[in-house]
Structure formats: C-alpha cells, structure tokens
C-alpha cells in the first residue's frame, strides 16, 4: 500500500502536451467510441481521464517513501511497450512511466493487451491488497468510471438523470458482461424494428421516380406571386447549396414549369403587379427542384431570401 506522505506521479509531473492531443484527436473518432453510444453534453476525454488516473493512482518513484515492489514490478514491465525505458535511476523511471501515460492515452493504444497489462499490474503493485475503488457521483457519460474500470480499479458511478444512469448501466454493466452477444442482439431488434417502421412510413416517403426513397426532407415557408394570372409558389431559402464537400458537391436549380393560359394579353390587362415576365407570356408556372453537380460557384443560383 502506498504511504500516505508520498507523493503521487500527478503531484510532480504530467504529460499534459500529449494527453492534449489524443484527447483532441478522440472529438473525430466514431467507430467503436464510448461516444456514440448516446449523445452526452459535456462528455469529458476517455485520453484525459485515462491519464489523470494512472498518474493519481501511481507513486512517484523519486519519493523516498515509495514502495520498492512497485519500482521493481515497473523496471520489469515498462520494457515489454515501445520507448518506456526505465534506466538505472528513479529519475528515468519516472520519465518512463510520463512515457507510458502519454502512450496509453492514444485510443490506438487503449485496447492493446501489452498496455493493458502494465497498467493493470502497476494498479496491483501500488496496491497489493485490494483494488482501489474510483467514485464518481456525477458520472455523466461516464469516462472516469469507464476508465478506472480499464486500468484495473473498482468503480462506483451515480448520476441524477435517468438517461445518464441508463448509459452508465449500459457501458459498465451491460457491455462488459455480455459483450458481442449484446451487439448481434441489437443488430437483430434494430433490423425488426427497421423492417416494421418502413411498413407503417411507407406512405410518408414516396419513392422518387427512379425508384430511390427519400431518408430526409429539406423544408422551407413559402410565398405565392400575388399576380392572380401567376401564383406561382416560392420557397423562402438562403442557398439553394446541398452539399459543399470536395466530390459530392450538390445544389438545387430552381424550374420553372409553364401551363398556358387562354390569353396572355388578357393577363397582361388584369394583372395588377408590375410585369412579371411570367405572367406576360400568359401562363400558370409551377416552379419546380433539380439536383445537380455545380462546377462553379456561379451555377448555383442565388437564394430568394437574403442573409
């Protein structure tokens, strides 16, 4: 058991220039992360909870009251990961267990066996008798009780809302204990539940005229030309931009449509709206969508509302 006058590898040092990073890095990962089980405001870093808890559960070894087991156990471990070099000296142990850290909050790094082994058996060394338990009363999305789980602890996690208390069951509990037999049993609920929602919605999303069905729909208020020879309808946007990404550049190109009517110099009499140039060649339009590919800024129309 660690003394309680030493000191903490925490108290010391950190590599908080690293462990920024993977913790950056970790916002653009969606396979596979804790993140995308369900939305979470405030979701704090797995990197950075990873980090800050081996560095407050290990000793550091440049303090005299540092157990000699734990020094032994990491001088044997530490060398079996790629650069953790503990040397001769307690100075260049400590260096390689910053290094470890710094590593280990690589999400490539966090499921790795070799890393998962020295963390764990470091955990064990600083504390022979039992697992130290982590708790966390706000546990929110749960990083910090997911995490001392992953380096060997016990973990207590509580929160006030109920969604926060289902995710915390789901990913401590759930998961761990059935594992892939959870996810091929949601894949096949989800698989029912897709099949019988596309029968009761059919009606609600046509299939366009070549056959593809709509997954969303972009809507907007709209106007009617006050022309009673017009009519026309038109919608209310800012851009008529789909999509700006490089190769998958789409847009909308408004058509107009054109009915004839009986006169048009009649419309040209009765229409009480200055000349629209819709109106004057006597026809009811319809104005109507096409998706296209712009190649230029300048083939996208302009948006009827401005900014």
Do not use: Q
Not at 23 to 40: M, N, Y
């Amino acid at each position: 058991m660690i003394p309680k006058a030493c000191k903490r590898l925490a108290e010391v040092d950190f590599p908080i220039a690293e462990v920024s990073k993977h913790a950056a890095r970790e916002k653009s990962i969606r396979h596979g992360h804790p993140s995308t089980l369900h939305l979470w405001w405030a979701r704090r870093p797995l990197a950075s909870c990873r980090a800050v808890l081996l560095a407050l559960l290990w000793p550091d070894p440049c303090d005299p009251a540092c157990p000699r087991e734990f020094k032994e156990e990491a001088r044997k471990l530490l060398p079996t990961v790629g650069g953790c070099h503990p040397g001769r000296t307690d100075e260049d142990l400590r260096k390689a267990l910053l290094r470890f850290i710094a590593d280990f909050a690589n999400w490539d790094n966090a499921a790795k066996p070799a890393y998962l082994e020295v963390a764990r058996s470091l955990v064990k060394a600083a504390y022979p008798e039992e697992p130290p338990l982590v708790v966390d009363p706000f546990a929110g999305g749960g990083s910090i009780p997911l995490e001392a789980l992953r380096v060997g602890c016990e973990a207590f996690a509580s929160d006030l809302n109920p969604v926060a208390c289902l995710i915390l069951k789901v990913m401590l509990e759930d998961i761990p204990r059935y594992g892939p037999a959870l996810a091929e049993e949601l894949r096949r609920v989800g698989a029912e539940i897709k099949k019988e929602a596309e029968k009761e919605l059919a009606d609600l999303y046509p299939k366009d005229p070549d056959g593809a069905t709509p997954i969303a729909y972009l809507w907007a208020r709209t106007v009617r030309c006050e022309s009673p020879n017009c009519g026309a309808e038109i919608p209310l946007v800012r851009s008529f931009w789909l999509c700006k990404k490089a190769n998958r550049k789409r847009a909308l190109k408004p058509v107009v449509h054109h009915r004839d009517t009986e006169s048009t110099e009649k419309n040209k009499r009765e229409s009480p709206c200055p000349p629209c140039p819709l109106c004057l060649r006597g026809e009811f339009p319809h104005v109507a969508f096409e998706l296209f590919e712009p190649k230029s800024e300048k083939e996208v129309p302009a948006g009827t509302v401005s900014r």
